[in-house]
């Protein structure tokens, strides 16, 4: 689900399995390839399970089940997505981030995208200040070890460097420019 917002670059996966991307992060990644490994990123963390169990931790098993018993998937989605945006109580793990960048990597060597993208991605987020990276931050840790830990998997999978049809970058750039058009449009 989009979530039309210019100033937040994330994406979050709430208990029930939905994922959330805003605006901000589709305008700040550099081409396809990168979109794709960051939305099987968050798709690893719905697979895994890793909401859940971080809201069960906080919340306790009662107040999830009561949540789920009464209000329902509706009221579970809202609730994570208030506590993901809200005081970042749901913040994923250092091991919860590696082992969705494991998967992440699987899925994508999986398809035609370069599956060593995560790196793009985590270049915009050091080459930018302010509260936008903040926000990211504050539900994704980036310690030096996950770009480590990436330059790893693809030195050890043999992975040769990107060619344009595995990163897309210009039909990323006519997926953008048509972002920027239908929001003039309304
Ligand atoms: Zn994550």
Redesign the pocket.
Known sequence: MLIDDDETINAFCTPGGYIYVYTALLKAVLNEAVLASVLA??IA?AERRHAMKRMTTHLGVQTVMSIALHNNQGGLTELAANAFTGAGLLM?SRS??NE?DEYSFRYIRETDWYPGDLLYFFEVVKGRKGTAVDRFLS??PLPEDRIENTQKRLASANIAPPTESQLRTREYEVFKRSLNGAKSGG
């Open positions: 990123h968050e963390h994923n919860d981030e969705a539900t994704h």
